[in-house]
């Protein structure tokens, strides 16, 4: 049974930061591109950034328009884990955060690729 938990999320004042993690576990082969997203209330899901598996501490990284320049996406192959480092919180920032992994799962029988999501961190930015 695989498993992405998050943490770090809360409530933090415009300007702030925070930095969220996200943990894979159980038996895969190997975890491919992590990524952040986001839920606001009324609206659908978006995409905040993404990162290939690169070397030890991932590769190419992509950023939705509205945090570029914010937010940090980083990865250590070796935990299996994810973060985002969010700098200069908007209160447009307000959502909750999900984390998504491309994860490979292999036995004797099949192998085969599919996403699985974390439960979600809230975050709120607000004064």
């Known amino acids: 049974q695989v498993q992405l938990v998050e943490s770090g999320g809360g409530l933090v004042q415009p300007g702030g930061s925070l930095r969220l993690s996200c943990a894979a576990s159980?038996?895969?082969?190997?975890?491919?591109?992590m990524g952040w997203y986001r839920q606001a209330p009324g609206k659908q899901r978006e995409l905040v950034a993404t990162?290939?598996?690169?070397?030890?501490?991932?590769?190419?990284?992509n950023y939705a328009d509205p945090v570029k320049g914010r937010f940090t996406i980083s990865r250590d192959n070796a935990e299996n884990t994810v973060h985002l480092q969010m700098n200069s919180l908007k209160p447009e920032d307000t959502a909750l955060y999900y984390c998504?992994?491309?994860?490979?799962?292999?036995?004797?029988?099949?192998?085969?690729?599919?996403?699985?999501w974390g439960q979600g961190t809230q975050v709120t930015v607000s004064s």
């Open positions: 998504k992994g491309q994860i490979e799962i292999r036995d004797d029988r099949t192998r085969y690729l599919r996403d699985y």
């Open positions: 159980g038996s895969f082969f190997s975890i491919y591109v």
């Open positions: 990162i290939t598996k690169g070397g030890t501490k991932g590769g190419t990284t």
